[in-house]
């Protein structure tokens, strides 16, 4: 999840234009969007919406070929309040008991279930212990508004620092897993 210094994961109106994004972060995110370490992408209604509007069109292929293969090639599972119909490929639509169809999911055998965006879906299941690893990218700038990392927490969960890794652009990738 990248996320400003002032804690916030997107800015005013779903707004990402501040990530910071170079060539050394797109080699990052090539070596976590692999299919040796991951075979399901796990994302809400929301954001299956945003991801399926660039990673399946030619805008996707052309910004990013290595991400558009991975985004489209691997299984998706869309968690949602809403029933609907996808039109992406490889997708898995869980509605009614989410964190039922997630606890199910994480108990299959297989590669790591990876959450793209999906703040809400994120902070349902970091409630019932089913996120394993936060893996948060720190950029360097405070947005001031927006929608807050983790917002509609319901308690504290403590979690403890595994690794820190600096990049040249000044974003740090803090990575973190629950506290026992």
């Given amino acids: 999840?990248?996320?400003?210094?002032?804690?916030?994961?997107?800015?005013?109106?779903?707004?990402?234009?501040?990530?910071?994004?170079?060539?050394?972060?797109?080699?990052?995110?090539?070596?976590?969007?692999?299919?040796?370490?991951?075979?399901?992408?796990?994302?809400?209604?929301?954001?299956?919406d945003l991801m399926e509007g660039v990673w399946p069109k030619s805008q996707g292929m052309a910004m990013d070929p290595e991400t558009a293969r991975f985004m489209n090639e691997t299984p998706k599972v869309i968690a949602t309040r809403t029933?609907?119909?996808?039109?992406w490929t490889n997708v898995t639509v869980v509605?009614?008991?989410?964190?039922?169809?997630?606890?199910?999911l994480k108990a299959q055998p297989g590669k790591d279930v990876v959450i793209l965006g999906s703040n809400?879906?994120?902070?349902?299941?970091?409630?019932?212990?089913?996120v394993d690893e936060f893996r948060l990218m720190v950029n360097p700038i405070a947005l001031?508004?927006?929608?807050?990392?983790?917002?509609?927490?319901?308690?504290?969960?403590?979690l403890n620092r595994m690794k820190t890794r600096e990049f040249a652009s000044g974003n740090v990738l803090n990575c973190y897993v629950l506290a026992k």
Wanted: charged residues 20%; proline residues 3%.
């Fill in 95 to 104: 509605g009614g008991d989410v964190v039922g169809g997630i606890t199910k």
């Fill in 1 to 48: 999840m990248m996320v400003s210094i002032d804690g916030y994961f997107e800015g005013p109106n779903h707004d990402l234009s501040w990530h910071n994004v170079n060539a050394e972060f797109n080699a990052f995110a090539h070596e976590q969007n692999n299919n040796a370490l991951v075979d399901t992408i796990l994302m809400g209604h929301r954001t299956y």
């Fill in 83 to 87: 029933p609907f119909t996808p039109t």
């Fill in 144 to 158: 001031g508004a927006g929608t807050q990392l983790f917002a509609g927490l319901s308690k504290r969960v403590k």
């Fill in 120 to 130: 809400e879906l994120c902070v349902s299941l970091m409630e019932k212990d089913l």
